[in-house]
T-cell receptor
Framework: EAGVAQSPRYKIIEKRQSVAFWCNPISGHATLYWYQQILGQGPKLLIQFQNNGVVDDSQLPKDRFSAERLKGVDSTLKIQPAKLEDSAVYLC???????????????????FGPGTRLTVL | KNQVEQSPQSLIILEGKNCTLQCNYTVSPFSNLRWYKQDTGRGPVSLTIMTFSENTKSNGRYTATLDADTKQSSLHITASQLSDSASYICVVSASDYKLSFGAGTTVTVRA
């Protein structure tokens, strides 16, 4: 089966500019995640969608970051305006489900895309 | 606060040698622990998953262990190959399915 698709793979912008990333999850996966991975660190969850609804956006810097998954399939993550500290790899992941009493662990396995490497100059 | 600590931060080994990576966690209540391999420029890929009742899981030359009492896990790589050069991330899931990621151990295998 096709994996999680992300584009672009690389992006270089100047601070205060805007940028958008796109993610297409594995077909049929209800849950979609956006992570920020700064060099030398593990991924940090920015936002989690269940279908087209937001489940968790507690670590999303909402003054500059926004994300949407309007039709419950693909998603976009936007940064406006970008800061130097936003330089990172932005990973998108998807899973069949996300929790719930009847969920099996295998249903919650997250499959990651290749990521978008953002450099803010 | 749920935390995952990995050691060492990085290591270099010669091709054919073995190595062991460590992961200590404070995630509670615990659901499962995964080891991911992340090649440079790629997303993480799951290697193993262990629940509370499992204390060892193998995937080819990768063997993970889990001690739920001491909240420690290890990943052992046997007979390393050049393709094992990557970052290895320990990820612990709480019972609410929220994930806590370690910072990863960067392994470099040299010929």
């Amino acid at each position: 089966e096709a994996g999680v698709a992300q584009s672009p793979r690389y992006k270089i912008i100047e601070k205060r500019q805007s940028v958008a990333f796109w993610c297409n999850p594995i077909s049929g996966h209800a849950t979609l995640y956006w992570y920020q991975q700064i060099l030398g660190q593990g991924p940090k969850l920015l936002i989690q969608f269940q279908n087209n609804g937001v489940v968790d956006d507690s670590q999303l810097p909402k003054d500059r970051f926004s994300a949407e998954r309007l039709k419950g399939v693909d998603s976009t993550l936007k940064i406006q305006p970008a800061k130097l500290e936003d330089s990172a790899v932005y990973l998108c992941a998807s899973s069949q489900k996300a929790g719930g009493l009847l969920s099996r662990i295998v249903d919650n396995e997250q499959f990651f895309g290749p990521g978008t490497r953002l450099t803010v100059l | 606060k749920n935390q995952v600590e990995q050691s060492p931060q990085s290591l270099i080994i010669l091709e054919g040698k073995n190595c062991t990576l460590q992961c200590n966690y404070t995630v509670s209540p615990f659901s499962n622990l995964r080891w991911y391999k992340q090649d440079t420029g790629r997303g993480p890929v799951s290697l193993t998953i262990m629940t509370f009742s499992e204390n060892t899981k193998s995937n080819g030359r990768y063997t993970a262990t889990l001690d739920a009492d001491t909240k420690q896990s290890s990943l052992h790589i046997t007979a390393s190959q050049l393709s094992d050069s990557a970052s290895y991330i320990c990820v612990v899931s709480a019972s609410d399915y929220k994930l806590s990621f370690g910072a990863g151990t960067t392994v470099t295998v040299r010929a």
